[in-house]
Nanobody
Framework: QVQLVESGGGLVQAGGSLRLSCAAS????????MGWFRQAPGKERESVAAISRNGGNTYYRDSVKGRFTISRDNAKNTVYLQMMNLRPEDTAVYYC????????????????WGQGTQVTVSS
């Protein structure tokens, strides 16, 4: 079992940057593909980015390509989401998740979820 704790959210102006971190418990972090998801008020949860167990494969939803970067440090049991050039439409609660598969971009593949961190982008 994996426990996930997100941090790094906050309030930022449009065009600004934030880096989200997700710290995982346990000694088998490298056995999990990792992903970031978000949910805005009144909207369904959507995938944002995903990374394979060894970091060699990544996925981004179209609206964040070129602005967000997912990375992981298996030695630190941490996955990151660097967000640049933020837009008001990026405002949401961001969740970190772990999948026992190598790599997945759909939420149904993820078994473990963090509690989320709020990101608010003002215009």
């Amino acid at each position: 079992q994996v426990q996930l704790v997100e941090s790094g959210g906050g309030l930022v102006q449009a065009g600004g940057s934030l880096r989200l971190s997700c710290a995982a418990s346990g000694r088998t972090f490298s056995s999990y593909g990792m992903g970031w998801f978000r949910q805005a008020p009144g909207k369904e949860r959507e995938s944002v980015a995903a990374i394979s167990r060894n970091g060699g494969n990544t996925y981004y939803r179209d609206s964040v390509k070129g602005r967000f970067t997912i990375s992981r440090d298996n030695a630190k049991n941490t996955v990151y989401l660097q967000m640049m050039n933020l837009r008001p439409e990026d405002t949401a609660v961001y969740y970190c998740a772990a999948t026992p598969t190598w790599f997945a971009s759909v939420s149904a593949s993820y078994a473990y979820w963090g509690q989320g961190t709020q990101v608010t982008v003002s215009s």
